[in-house]
Every structure is written in C-alpha cells, then in structure tokens.
C-alpha cells in the first residue's frame, strides 16, 4: 500500500483533515509492549451453564449452540474417562468456528491437559514418515502427572555470605569455599553451610535475601519460589510474586508434581544425556533435526510409565489431538489412525472438515463422506456446524474490534455483517484492523464507512476475485 501513499500537497491547509492517502504519521514511542492477538484468543470455553445447554453468547463464543452443547457432552465423557477409542469430527463450512471448538474443548478440560493441534498437510515432512508424524503428535497429546517426595531445605532467605579463601592454583586469585545460608519458615530457623556449587546455582536463580527458595537435599538443586510477601509493597500492579513463609521446619520432606508428555520422555531417551530425575530427562531435549522414534523404544517407555501408575507414582492424563483439514491425510494414514485410536493410552482426538463428499486421497477410485473411509467414519461422533447469519456475524464483527481495542463508527458495524455474509466472515474480519490503520492515519479515532469501503477497494474478497478472473478469461477467449 505503500506505493500508493504520497505527501499531500505544500498547499493545502494544516487545519484540513488529512487525507486518506497521505504518509502516516511517526508512531508514538511507548514503554509498554504491545502483544499479538491471535484470531481465538477471545474463547474462553463452550459457554455452557450447569445444566450443559449453551447461551447465546458466552464464553467467547457466538452462535453454534448445537455444536457446542455436543461438545459440552463430549468433554463430559473425557472427564469421565468413557471416550477412548473414539474421535470427534467437526463438520461444517470455513470459517463456522470448527477451530474455537477444539480449542474451547481444550479450555474446558484444563491448563493442566495437553492440547497438541496439527493440520492434515503436516504428515507429508521430508525428515520423518507419515504414521511417525501422526505417532509423535498422539505422544504429545498424553501427559504424564509425577509425584516425587523429596527431602528439601524451604524457607525465606535471611542470610546469603560467600566465604572466599585464596586460590591454590593462583596466588593472587581467590574462590569460594563454601557459602552460608539462613533459612527461615513459621517454625524457625536455620543456617546452613552449602558447596560452592550450589552458590552458583543462588547466582544463576538471581536469589537475594528476602526471596522464599528450597534447595534438594539429594541433589542439592535450588528453585526460586518467590518474593516473600513480607517484603509486599501498597502497589496495585506488581512485576514481583510474593509468597507466604513456609510453613513447618526448614528440613522437611515436600511432594512435587511435575508434568511431562509421552512425546518428551521418547525424544529424551532417543538421545540420553545424563541424569536420573525428570528434570534431568527435561533438560536432555536438544533443539536439533528430528528423529524417528523406534517402537521398541516407546514400548520400553510405556512399561517404565506402566510401572510408575502402578506404584501411584505418576498418573496418565489423555490430552487432545486436533488435526485440522483431515480431508488432507491419505488412506495409509488414515489405517494408522485406526491403530492409535485402538492404544490403550489413546488421547481425545478431535477432527475437523469442510469436505462434503470426496475422493480418499492416496486412491483413484474411493470416494466418502468427507473424504475419510466408512471405516474410521464409524468411529466418530459428527458434530456439525452452520453458516453464521448476519446478526451473528455482526456480533463476531463486534466482539473481535473489542478484543483489538478498535472503535467502529455508525454503520460500520451493519456495512461489515453485509460483506460477511455476502463472502464471508473471515473476509470481514480481515477488514477490521486495515480500516483502522486508515483510521488512524486520517486523524480519526474510530472506523468510518469510507474506511471499510476503501478496504472493500483494495481487497478483495474470494468470490469478486474469482469472477474477475473468470470475466478476464472469457474475454480473452473471445
């Protein structure tokens, strides 16, 4: 657009608005930094009440009550544990909000349960095979919970004193020879004499006196908890957490929970590093090419997992896999599938479509529902979602300029539920952010018609484009 951006003309008056075409002005320096919103960053959750029936609104969500309420079910019969060896498919047009589902679904389900979206083009990776792409995302979608009672020194620090004595390698040198430590809990207190090694560790947690630490005793690891909240100021906004002082004695035994994937504990045993704790396996990730994990090895994996449910050490928690456009994945991908949704530790799997019917990809003579064989078919609830009318989609319109803190003038709103619903919803959406940017650059601090139809200028949507297209063609065949 910058092409078409000029300097208005040295005559014209400074009190004139400026025009629509002219050079934005220097963007205001702030301190405060601006963070990216994402397309569904306003879903919350389904928006269901007690009884599992949806509001009209709620929760982020606009319309699709029908296809919400079935997904409230679903979460119901994932939470119960009753879901396994079974798929969602959500079925519906682009842009009816199939995507919000699944993640509302994973909303509802908790922080804590692993979320692992992928779209069906992403099994055709050069590095790896198909079925180990599909095998990789189901191992990350399985969370494993660890309980570890470990003996650990907790309290707020009161005394932090390095002793140095001089460097036997050096004589001008010196080094720490021990550090002493004062903790203090509800109890009492107590001062600890503690290796060098650990002193780098305090330096590296950025550990002052007046921060609330524990330190293992076996390993002799340190964790930052918090500022204690002795230290609390009247502010409104802190950057600090505070945290209350332990309570019982300093030296105690104190239950830590940890939360892995599956997928974690295979790409650290592919490529071991050291270390016998969990902490130690999570370190051992490496940022390098991607490796296909055997099956005898994620079988060992299952067994030492199996052993530690079994001794109440650790618990299973199934996550959700979402594979978008599953129209894409082909037959032998789609046979893999089977398999997994048959393991015993299978996630929730959650599919989304806007094929009707189709060819089965990777074959020239089946053709299916959605393009996905009657086979894995049968193992799926159907969820469908509808085209948005125009009040909802003035309403989605509305609630997306509230989450981008933009103002719509009279008639925008009416002028962008017509184009959405005319072409699409996404298409009006898209329309928002340039509108204010022209906005903005014509002094205004709300979006006006002449905006969006200047937007409507510009870009166009899918089916203007098309039909331009085709009337360029036709013309050039007559």
Known sequence: MSSVMKTSTAGASSSAPVAHNAVPPPPKTSGTRASRIAPHSHIKGLGLNAEGFAATDGAGFIGQTAAREACGVVVDLVKSRKFSGRALLLVGPPGTGK????????????????????????????????????????????????????????????????????????????????????????????????????????????????????IEANSGAVKRVGRSDAYASSYDLESETYVPLPKGDVHKQKELVQD??????????????????????????????????????????????????????????????????????????????????????????????????????????????????????????????????????????????????????????DRLAQKGHESSLRYALQLLTPASILATIAGRKQIELEDIDEMGELFLDAKTSADIISQHQDSEAS
Do not use: W
């Open 99 to 214: 995507t919000a589902l699944a993640l509302a679904i994973s909303q509802e389900l908790g922080a804590k349960v692993p979320f692992c979206p992928m779209v069906g083009s992403e099994v055709y990776s050069t590095e790896v095979k198909k079925t180990e792409v599909l095998a990789e995302a189901f191992r990350r979608a399985i969370g494993l919970r660890i309980k570890e009672t470990k003996v650990v020194y907790e309290g707020e620090v009161t005394e932090l004193t390095p002793t140095e004595s001089e460097n036997p390698l050096s004589g001008y040198g010196k080094t720490v020879s021990h550090v002493v430590v004062g903790l203090k809990t509800v109890r009492g207190t107590k001062q600890l004499r503690l290796d060098p090694s650990i002193y780098e560790a305090i330096l590296k947690e950025k550990i002052q006196v007046g921060d609330v630490i524990y």
């Open 260 to 413: 892995v994937t599956l997928g974690d504990l295979d790409a650290a045993n592919a490529r071991p590093q050291g270390g016998q704790d969990i902490m130690s396996v999570m370190g051992s990730l490496v940022k390098s090419g991607r490796t296909e994990i055997t099956e005898k090895l994620r079988r060992e994996v299952n067994r030492v997992v199996k052993g530690y449910v079994d001794q109440g050490v650790a618990e299973v928690v199934p996550g959700v896999v979402f594979i978008d456009e599953v129209h894409m994945l082909d037959i032998e991908c789609f046979t893999y599938l089977n398999a997994l949704l048959e393991s015993p530790m299978a996630p929730t799997v959650v599919l989304a479509t806007n094929r009707g019917n189709a060819l089965v990809r990777g074959t020239t003579d089946i053709y299916a529902p959605h393009g996905i064989p009657v086979d894995l078919l049968d193992r799926c609830l159907i969820v469908r979602t509808t085209p948005y009318e125009k009040d909802a989609i003035a309403k989605v319109v509305q609630l997306r300029a509230n989450v981008e803190g933009l103002k719509l003038g009279d008639g925008v709103l």
